[in-house]
């Protein structure tokens, strides 16, 4: 049964790992010496007092790269619930097959077994090597892109740590499960895709930001932590409106970044006819900002009572997260294998 299971599953099987060999290949080529150039460019900068803009040109230089290896690791799992999981079973109920495997002293528990048990390892082992191999070679990356797009944030928690092994394992189940209720190829195949992009959207839109309560908390804004201050009139209005957001804490994942005033209450922002010439730019609004940080803009601000009110995901909570993510996958995908072997 064994045999039978791989003959059926090494064309597929040739075709993933083949193309994970040759990406691992390509990343064990290039990634030392994106290492270097990065941790030398660091060192240039650090000495010089600034390495902002070093991070910037560091990222954009290999952003195309960065991208096509986010997309591996990313697509991976559908791939792995549409091409072998959605045909595992159907293509036996399709053509009849599985009907002269269990006349062959095979029991139908012993056949499930045996097939998802072999190919639910080879999707495991696919995906965390892929997983490996990304975040090995991304790792200088991730750091230049760190004050941008945290790990924690939805893109790239999605590519590394575990959590690519929890969905590649629920994706493949998912394709079985598709396979054996729909008992067609082609529209299981579709079917497999819907749901798991569907599950993939919902997941870190209302369910990850919940899975550990996140942090509340209220900020001053001042020039150290503001990541954006626009200053516009709405059309037809005179009276420019100030928005702002800020930083919540280093590295985190930011759910919500709303200004409150001084009596608590939310506000869309903040009416620059409060605030008088404090943040007015050069030339009124939409004009040149004012050369140097505005502190003179922030102690309005402050006096005025206008605070940021932050919830969001420390970026020490990334591998708890990781962990919770990736269970809840686990189960899920537990109830799709009992369902497929009631």
């Known amino acids: 049964m064994i045999w039978l299971t791989f003959r059926q599953f090494r064309v597929q099987a040739a075709v ?7 990406l691992g290949a390509v990343l064990a080529v290039t990634g030392p010496g994106i290492s270097d150039a990065y941790h030398g460019g660091v060192a240039a900068c650090t000495a010089q007092g600034d390495c902002s803009n070093f991070n910037e040109r560091f990222f954009i230089d290999h952003e195309m790269y960065f991208g096509a290896v986010v ?7 559908g791939i ?10 159907t293509r036996e109920l399709e053509h009849g097959t599985h009907r002269l495997v269990w006349t062959q002293s095979v029991t139908r528990t012993r056949w499930m077994a045996v097939k998802l048990g072999l190919i639910g390892l080879a999707t495991v082992a696919a995906a965390g090597l892929a997983s490996l191999a990304a975040g090995w070679w991304s790792e200088p990356l991730d750091q230049a892109l760190a004050e941008r797009m945290p790990r924690i944030s939805p893109l790239l ?8 092994i929890g969905y590649a394992a629920f994706a493949f ?22 749901v798991f992009t569907a599950v993939q ?23 150290e932590n503001i990541e954006q201050l626009n200053l516009n009139a709405p059309p037809g209005t005179t009276d420019a409106q100030m928005r702002v957001s800020v ?10 970044n709303e200004t409150i005033d001084a009596a608590g209450r939310t506000v869309p922002a903040i009416p620059s006819s409060r605030l008088g010439d404090a943040c007015m730019p050069k030339g009124g609004p939409g004009g040149e900002p004012p050369d140097g940080p505005p502190q003179s ?14 919830v969001y995901q420390p970026a020490d909570r990334f591998w708890p997260l990781q962990w919770a993510e990736t269970g809840v996958f686990a189960v899920l995908t537990l109830g799709l294998t009992g369902f497929c072997f009631s």
Request: hydrophobic letters at 55%; one cysteine or more.
């Open 80 to 89: 792995i619930g549409i091409f072998w999981g959605a045909p595992l079973i």
């Open 297 to 310: 803009c922030f102690d309005k601000i402050a006096q005025l009572g206008y605070e940021q009110k932050v």
């Open 71 to 77: 997309g591996v690791v990313l697509f991976l799992p």
């Open 247 to 256: 930083e919540a804490a280093p590295g985190a994942w930011t759910l919500s």
């Open 173 to 194: 189940m998912l394709g079985v499960t598709v396979g054996v209720l729909v008992r067609r190829l082609l529209p299981a195949m579709a079917v497999t895709l819907i």
């Open 201 to 223: 959207v919902v997941m870190p839109l209302w369910v990850r930001p919940h899975v550990i309560p996140p942090e509340r908390r209220s900020v001053a804004i001042t020039s």
């Open 157 to 164: 928690f999605d590519v590394r740590g575990i959590a690519p």
């Open 16 to 22: 993933v790992f083949g193309g994970l060999a040759a």
